[in-house]
Nanobody
Framework: QVQLVESGGGLVQAGGSLRLSCAASGFTLDYYRIGWFRQAPGREREGSSCIITSTGCTYYTDSVKGRFTISRDNAKNTVYLQMNSLKPDDTAVYYC??????????????????WGQGTQVTNSS
């Protein structure tokens, strides 16, 4: 059974940092595109970053460039999202998502097949 489980969310003050984890089970992350998406109340889900696990290539949306870093540990079958210099606008539920055998980047949610349950990130001003 393919499963993605996020963890690491919480409450942090403006300017603080958090590291989210996305642990995969039921499959190995060797040849996947893994993306991190977020959804704030009343807003559409948006992609923040993605990584091609076979090559390590990464891609970020402009609003998080220079602040967020996506990485993977294939041995632990886990993808991470390091979030620094957090802002109140970063408050959202964060989801990781996977797509098998994807060789190109995408921050479009419809390009992903598997989703985690989400983890809440709240940034207070």
């Amino acid at each position: 059974q393919v499963q993605l489980v996020e963890s690491g969310g919480g409450l942090v003050q403006a300017g603080g940092s958090l590291r989210l984890s996305c642990a995969a089970s039921g499959f190995t992350l060797d040849y996947y595109r893994i993306g991190w998406f977020r959804q704030a109340p009343g807003r559409e889900r948006e992609g923040s970053s993605c990584i091609i696990t076979s090559t390590g290539c990464t891609y970020y949306t402009d609003s998080v460039k220079g602040r967020f870093t996506i990485s993977r540990d294939n041995a632990k079958n886990t993808v991470y999202l390091q979030m620094n210099s957090l802002k109140p606008d970063d408050t959202a539920v964060y989801y990781c998502a996977g797509c098998l055998s994807a060789a190109s980047e995408s921050l479009t949610q419809y390009d992903y097949d598997y989703w985690g349950q989400g983890t809440q990130v709240t940034n207070s001003s």
